[in-house]
């Protein structure tokens, strides 16, 4: 019964092995086609290089052959990928596709792959063996999904820059799953060669790598069975046909594209998202006491009191001619709260920009944890013990509000992915102990209840909130925090704002922008405003509610229309003058009457990207 299906479950299990050298990288977000080229050339290479089954026997032979297979994959990815690892999307799939057509190319006029003819290989795979390739092969995916390796790439492909800002080596992270493609391709191209016994180099030819992509889109790229059902799928068709008598060659690649179609359109995480993703609650997750930090995790030396945190030298950034910051000298130390005010378009969001690292300056220096930001990047700036949240929110929207949290404790947690391939117990404990953090951080922000939700089902405020849990997740020492209240209805507001409070209380140094002035005002123990991206004033609360510099900008000069309104109450008009209508150019301020530490419900502006 199993010999009849012989030919149909090996090519089941090879279409999954190549369709898991595309998860390989689709993972991360990375469309690349070069696939069909690694496997070509570890194929031949193998091929050629590998000793005979009658010398060594036919195990080790296939085992020389696929250990060569492999590294020249990998070698091959690694070329490919130095150069073209900051391509992002089609232009990536376009040089990866360009690389497979040249390698096919070369290949086909080369005496010793023969060309056109092919090459004779002898066939030493068997079905058996081809299921347990793919078995170790499925096993290597799936143990890396939960590990923190793996949720750093699922990190990057949900979103790049909130990636980076979590601490993760975008670069690096890119670069590996790319190798990993490499070998896998090239464990794909050696089990097919010595599987079909001719090979030539247009058996590896952009149909070969088309199918192969939407093996794996079909099957679904966000979990690791994805490869397998796809195979299965598109491998099963010509059989269902013949069984049903339906001889016609077109129907399979007819079906192909139709189920495509129908994945992308209606099943953007393909068929394994069929299958319900259960996220594990660490036990003790809804207790409300706050068990303390997991003894775990690395440890971070906050800056004490009164030493120099951020320091800013006439620091500026100008686009084009527009000069979003201009000459800003600042100085920020530990345990301060500093808020940062003023109109929109003032410069407050760029500023933090170049504080984080994400923005370079174009003049000036600045300082951030002993760190020259501006030369260095997010990552490290960000492991340098910088954490944010985003004036959009910029959440890891297909993970539950627990795996984000989880990857904003990336620079805190111990890697674990080659240690959960083993089952060692440490990694269990470092997992546990990062799930401890994360939990924490959620039921700080007092979102432990829905740890099991999706990030993009979460209401407006609760995606704030969680920003906010996945920021502290990195314990850092600077906390900034990009109008963390936009979005929050009053109460929730006043909760930030205590939140906020006890955070310092902990020795943490917190920067944030805020439009909601009552509420800065109420949080902040110094409070910095910007206007036409200058310093106007800095100085505490109560003096910033009457400098008359801050008042003017705010409120108008004499020869503006009068408006009504106190600084010190948070009853601003907005600084743009516009009434309801200028809430399409931007303009946003809580103008809510005695609304002093409080927040109206979202008002929607047009925000930059950050
Ligand atoms: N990437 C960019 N390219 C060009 N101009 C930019 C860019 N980012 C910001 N600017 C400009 O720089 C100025 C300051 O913008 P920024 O977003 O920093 O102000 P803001 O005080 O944060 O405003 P808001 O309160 O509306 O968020 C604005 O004139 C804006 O148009």
Request: glycine content about 12%; aromatic content about 6%; hydrophobic content about 50%.
């Amino acid at each position: 019964m199993l010999l009849e299906y012989a030919t149909t479950l090996t090519f089941i299990a090879l279409g999954a092995i190549f369709a898991y050298s595309f998860y390989a990288v689709l993972i991360a977000g990375q469309l690349s086609l070069g696939q069909a080229g690694f496997a070509s050339l570890a194929a031949f290479s193998a091929a050629s290089l590998a000793p005979s089954g009658t010398d060594v026997g036919e195990l080790p032979a296939l085992l020389i052959a696929v250990g060569i297979g492999m590294g020249v994959g990998a070698l091959a990815a690694v070329v490919l990928g130095l150069p073209t690892m900051h391509l992002r999307g089609v232009f990536l799939a376009i040089a990866t596709l360009g690389f497979a057509e040249a390698v096919r190319v070369v290949l086909l006029n080369q005496e010793w792959t023969g060309g056109a003819q092919g090459l004779a290989v002898p066939r030493i795979l068997d079905v058996g063996t081809a299921w347990i390739v793919l078995a170790l092969v499925a096993y290597w995916f799936w143990r890396m999904g939960p590990s923190r390796y793996g949720r750093a790439l699922e990190a990057i492909r949900e979103d790049e820059l909130a990636a980076r800002s979590m601490g993760i080596d975008v670069g690096r992270h890119r670069l590996s799953a790319f190798i990993t493609a490499g070998a896998v391709a090239g464990l794909y191209g050696v089990l097919f060669a010595y599987y079909v016994r001719l090979i030539a180099p247009n058996d590896f030819d952009f149909t070969a790598a088309v199918e192969g992509l939407v093996t794996a889109v079909v099957g679904g790229s966000t979990m690791f069975l994805g490869p397998l059902l796809g195979s299965g799928f598109q491998t099963m068709i010509p059989e269902i046909q013949r069984a049903v008598g339906v001889e016609a060659g077109w129907i399979r690649p007819f079906l192909a594209s139709l189920l495509l179609l129908v994945v992308i359109l209606f099943l953007p995480g393909g068929l394994a998202s069929l299958i319900p993703r259960r996220t594990r609650l660490p036990a003790g997750l809804q207790e409300d006491e706050d068990g303390g930090r997991p003894s775990h995790l690395a440890a971070r030396r906050h800056p004490a009191a009164g030493e120099t945190v951020v320091s800013l030298t006439g620091l500026g950034k100008e686009y084009g001619g527009v000069h979003a910051v201009r000459d800003v000298d600042l100085e920020v130390h530990g345990g301060e709260v500093v808020g940062l005010i003023g109109p929109n378009g003032a410069g407050k969001t760029t500023l933090v920009n170049m504080i984080s690292g994400l923005v370079p300056p174009s003049s000036g220096s600045a300082t951030v944890l002993g760190v020259p930001v501006g030369r260095t990047p997010v990552h490290r700036v960000a492991a340098a013990g910088v954490s944010r949240t985003f004036q959009h929110s910029k959440l890891f929207n297909r993970l539950s509000a627990l795996e984000n949290v989880l990857v904003g404790a990336h620079l805190v947690s111990r890697p674990t992915f080659l240690r959960r391939l083993l089952w060692l117990p440490s990694a269990r404990r470092d997992e546990q102990a990062a799930l401890a953090q994360a939990a924490r951080c959620l039921r700080r922000v007092g979102l432990a209840d829905l740890a099991g939700s999706r990030a993009s089902a979460l209401s407006y405020g609760d995606q704030r909130r969680l920003e906010i849990a996945r920021a502290l997740a990195s314990e850092p020492s600077l906390l900034i925090l990009d109008e963390p209240a936009a979005g929050m209805n009053r109460v929730e507001a006043a909760r930030l704002s205590d939140l906020i409070r006890s955070l310092a209380a902990d020795g943490l140094t917190i920067l944030f922008i805020e439009h909601n002035v009552g509420m800065v005002l109420e949080t902040c123990t110094r409070v910095v405003v910007l206007n036409f991206g200058e310093v106007i004033a800095s100085g505490s609360p109560d003096a910033i509610a009457a400098d008359p510099a801050v008042i003017e900008a705010y409120l108008g000069t004499a020869d503006d229309e009068p408006a009504s309104g106190s600084i010190a109450e948070g009853t601003l008009p907005d600084p743009t003058g516009g009434g309801a209508d200028a809430a399409g150019s931007g303009a946003v301020i809580n103008v809510d009457p005695g609304a002093a530490g409080t927040l109206e419900p979202p008002e929607t502006t047009p925000r930059n990207a950050t």
